[in-house]
């Protein structure tokens, strides 16, 4: 049991560069999350997929798309980095209730120059 | 809409010192409070939550918080503090979304010998 796993865990893009970031759980769960950590800012999150098929803005959505590609499975791509996007990643699942704490991933460290 | 204010962005205690990390939250519905914290390098674990009943719970490593309703507070405790509790500690409220947690911005807690 992985839990919930991350690639890459590092990444360094030029401004303009597209990535996907890939994010999955093997612990069934519903819902999941994307969030970045900037200091100072606590977690904001980015997107989130209710459940399989589904996905909604979060706080900061500009910059980037989402896709839950099955029930385990929930990558952000970012189009066209920008400086300003240069954080650290974490994706996060649960069972989609407000009872149920959300478990993270390791997190991806991005640096676009 | 529910915000979460963690008071002390750092807070530097000797080893076996007693620790008390604040927070206050605001929601409009009844609230679900958690704790989280984040080794470096590290994604978030869950220390603790509060869903309903006692008001004091307690959580791993011998960490405690004590949810009080008048004064909006899920403040987090630990008697004696060891240099591997060392780490950024997250409050965080769930205001009733089945899917949305708000975070503090973090308390970096720092165990010196």
């Known amino acids: 049991n992985a839990g919930v796993t991350q690639t890459p865990k590092f990444q360094v893009l030029k401004t303009g560069q597209s990535m996907t970031l890939q994010c999955a759980q093997d612990?069934?769960?519903?819902?999941m999350y994307w969030y970045r950590q900037d200091p100072g800012m606590g977690l904001r999150l980015i997107y989130y997929?209710?459940?399989?098929?589904?996905?909604d803005k979060g706080e900061v959505p500009n910059g980037y798309n989402v896709s839950r590609l099955n029930k385990r499975e929930f990558s952000l791509r970012l189009e066209s980095a920008a400086p300003s996007q240069t954080s650290v990643y974490f994706c996060?699942?649960?069972?989609?209730?407000?009872?149920?704490?959300?478990?993270f991933g390791p997190g991806t460290r991005l640096t676009v120059l | 809409a529910q915000s979460v204010t963690q008071l002390d962005s750092q807070v530097p205690v000797f080893e076996e010192a007693p620790v008390e990390l604040r927070c206050n939250y605001s929601?409009?519905?009844?609230?679900?409070l958690f704790w989280y914290v984040q080794y470096p390098n590290q994604g978030l674990q869950l220390l603790l939550k509060?869903?309903?009943?006692?008001?004091l719970v307690k959580g791993i490593n011998g960490f405690e918080a004590e949810f009080n309703k008048s004064q909006t507070s899920f403040h987090l405790r630990k008697p004696s503090v060891h240099i591997s509790d060392t780490a950024e500690y997250f409050c965080?409220?769930?205001?009733?979304?089945?899917?949305?947690?708000?975070f503090g911005k973090g308390t970096l807690l720092t165990v010196n010998p």
């Open positions: 996060a699942s649960n069972l989609g209730t407000v009872y149920n704490e959300q478990f």
């Open positions: 612990m069934n769960h519903n819902s």
């Open positions: 997929s209710a459940s399989e098929g589904t996905t």
């Open positions: 929601s409009s519905v009844s609230v679900y």
């Open positions: 509060y869903l309903s009943g006692s008001t």
């Open positions: 965080a409220v769930n205001g009733g979304s089945n899917y949305k947690l708000t």
